[in-house]
């Protein structure tokens, strides 16, 4: 009976450290502070967003209603490869953390776009609370550079 367990074990471990081994991130968020995925047919509004090497977006405070549902697009007029992530602080802060000692991470979440230089992508949000929600570039050294930026997102 052990070694067959030990048959089941061993193939799960490999699946385990292939994917950490690939680099590959992909949700397990919580954006239920920050709002949710929202729908193309249900977007109110377009909101322009220009991502550049002096390490800013251009719009970096933005007003939004608590209800709305909102598509970002995300321009990226630099040289290097930039993100827009929308979090919490303590959320980018963290996520951060693990982008600089793994920057060649991929990403597949829907509260962000990561653009290549001269490219252009989208995020469509729908905002559920009012409050803040932050955005930032996570790429090693662009956040600590102050890539960051805050959707102020207003009340009904």
């Given at each position: 009976m052990k070694s067959r367990k030990l048959l089941i074990a061993i193939p799960a471990i490999f699946l385990v450290t292939s994917a950490m081994a690939a680099g590959n991130h992909a949700g397990g968020h919580d954006n239920q502070a920050i709002g949710k995925p929202g729908m193309a047919a249900k977007v109110t509004r377009t909101v322009s967003i220009d991502m550049k090497d002096d390490m800013r977006f251009h719009a970096s405070d933005i007003t939004a209603?608590?209800?709305?549902?909102?598509?970002?697009?995300?321009?990226?007029?630099?040289?290097?490869?930039?993100?827009?992530?929308?979090?919490?602080?303590?959320?980018?802060?963290d996520h951060y953390e693990v982008m600089k000692k793994h920057p060649e991470m991929e990403h597949a979440d829907a509260n962000m776009a990561t653009v290549a230089?001269?490219?252009?992508?989208?995020?469509?949000?729908?905002?559920?609370?009012?409050?803040?929600?932050?955005?930032?570039?996570?790429?090693?050294?662009?956040?600590?550079?102050?890539?960051?930026?805050?959707?102020?997102?207003a009340k009904k």
């Open positions: 209603k608590q209800g709305e549902t909102i598509r970002f697009l995300v321009k990226n007029s630099g040289q290097l490869k930039h993100e827009m992530v929308l979090g919490t602080a303590k959320e980018l802060k230089p001269g490219k252009t992508g989208e995020i469509i949000w729908h905002f559920t609370r009012a409050g803040k929600v932050d955005f930032a570039c996570l790429q090693p050294g662009h956040y600590d550079a102050g890539m960051k930026g805050l959707v102020n997102v």
